[in-house]
Structure formats: structure tokens, C-alpha cells
């Protein structure tokens, strides 16, 4: 199994602020790593796929880089609707493997 | 836009089967890959299979002995279950539309194995 391992558990930025997630994955996945972004209640949502390509309507601020076993989320301005929990995803194995999750608190 | 919905007993006790529906409307099943992914506090986001377009499935190997993914295509429906349950398989149980990635998830249904 792919172990996929996030940092930090926890983010604490201010509105405006970049913020910089971090995904590791056990092994190489190549640029086959997907973003997702989960708010209290509700399903995770697609962000990025392709470690790099930002999903239909998702905003610019958000973007994805890298490949092999170390991948980045950028958020470039925070705005208080970012506040979620930011879980990476690979599917170089047809076995979906995930973070444990990065939560953002503005 | 493709909408899916998560249906099913919210209890369940321990040693019985979880049968869950996803119900599937603004596209054929017959169309995608379907996948079937759980969501508990100390296991995080897990990978349970996925059923192709062509009738293919695959399980992730820790349940593989359990689960059952299936199409009904009368129904547009996508079906999950998971045999001998325990507290372990207690999670919020979502469907989701995609073949490497989750494109589109059901709400999610929350299932408490308890007696």
C-alpha cells in the first residue's frame, strides 16, 4: 500500500496569508496525486487533479505542484471560506491511498 | 451535472451485513467508475473498491473478504456490502463518480455498527 503522509496536522494563517500544505507519498506516484478540499458536514471536494490542474470553478489562489513522492498545495491569499480540512490523494495504484489530512484554520 | 445519493440502514449490528445504495441521477451508470469510500475519525479517508463501466471490480485487499460492489443498471444504482461488521466498520460511507479521481461524491451516510 502507498502510505500518503500530509504536515502539518495544523495550519493557523491569517486572512490574506499564504498558506503551503505538504504531501509525501511512500513511493513514486509520478503527477498521478489529486487535492481535495473537506468543510465540516460535508464530502471532500475535488481541488486538483494531475498534482497540478485545478478543478471546474475552483479559484486561482489554489494551486498544486510537483511529482514523484513530493507534492505542495498552495493557497496564495486565504479567505475565511478556505477554512477546511485539505486531504491529498494518489492514484498511481488503482488502490486509492490518502493524507490524513491537513486542517486550515483562519 | 451528475448527482449521487448514499441510502441504507444508519445501524447495524455486529456480524450482520451493511447493504448500502447510491442512488444515481443526470447520467448511466453504465457510463463511469463507481467508487465506494468510508470516512471514520481513526482510520481517516479508506478506499473500499470500484466497480468500472465494464463490469470490473476491484477491492481494497483489507476488506476483500467481506465486500461485495455491484451495478444495477435497471436502476441506476450503485451497491455496496459489507458482510460480518464490527465497531471498526463503523464511518461515514460515500460514493463517489471517477476513474483515478473522485470527481463527484454522494453526501455521505453515516453507519454505526452497535448492538
Known amino acids: 500500500e502507498i502510505v500518503m503522509t500530509q504536515s502539518p496536522a495544523t495550519l493557523s494563517v491569517s486572512p490574506g496569508e499564504r498558506a503551503t500544505l505538504s504531501c509525501r507519498a511512500s513511493?513514486?506516484?509520478?503527477?498521478?496525486l489529486v487535492w481535495y478540499q473537506q468543510k465540516p458536514g460535508q464530502a471532500p471536494s475535488l481541488l486538483i487533479s494531475s498534482a497540478s490542474t485545478r478543478a471546474t470553478g475552483v479559484p486561482a489562489r489554489f494551486s498544486g505542484s510537483g511529482s514523484g513522492t513530493e507534492f505542495t498545495l498552495t493557497i496564495s491569499s486565504l479567505q475565511s471560506e478556505d477554512s477546511a480540512r485539505y486531504y491529498c490523494q494518489q492514484y498511481n495504484s488503482w488502490r486509492w491511498t490518502f493524507g490524513q489530512g491537513t486542517k486550515v484554520e483562519i | 451535472q451528475v448527482h449521487l445519493q448514499e441510502s441504507g440502514p444508519g445501524l447495524v449490528k455486529p456480524s450482520e451485513t451493511l447493504s448500502l445504495t447510491c442512488s444515481v441521477s443526470?447520467?448511466?451508470?453504465?457510463?463511469?467508475?463507481w467508487s465506494w469510500i468510508r470516512q471514520s475519525p481513526g482510520r481517516g479517508l479508506q478506499h473500499i473498491g470500484y466497480v468500472s463501466n465494464s463490469g470490473s471490480i476491484r477491492y481494497n485487499p483489507s476488506l476483500k473478504s467481506r465486500v461485495t460492489i455491484s451495478l444495477d443498471t435497471s436502476k441506476n444504482q450503485v451497491s455496496l456490502k459489507l458482510t460480518s461488521v464490527t465497531a471498526a466498520d463503523t464511518a461515514i460511507y460515500y460514493c463517489?463518480?471517477?476513474?483515478?479521481?473522485?470527481?463527484?461524491w454522494g453526501q455521505g451516510t453515516l453507519v454505526t455498527v452497535s448492538s
Open positions: 443526470g447520467g448511466s451508470i453504465s457510463s463511469y467508475f
Open positions: 513511493e513514486n506516484v509520478n503527477s498521478n
Open positions: 463517489a463518480r471517477g476513474q483515478d479521481v473522485a470527481v463527484d
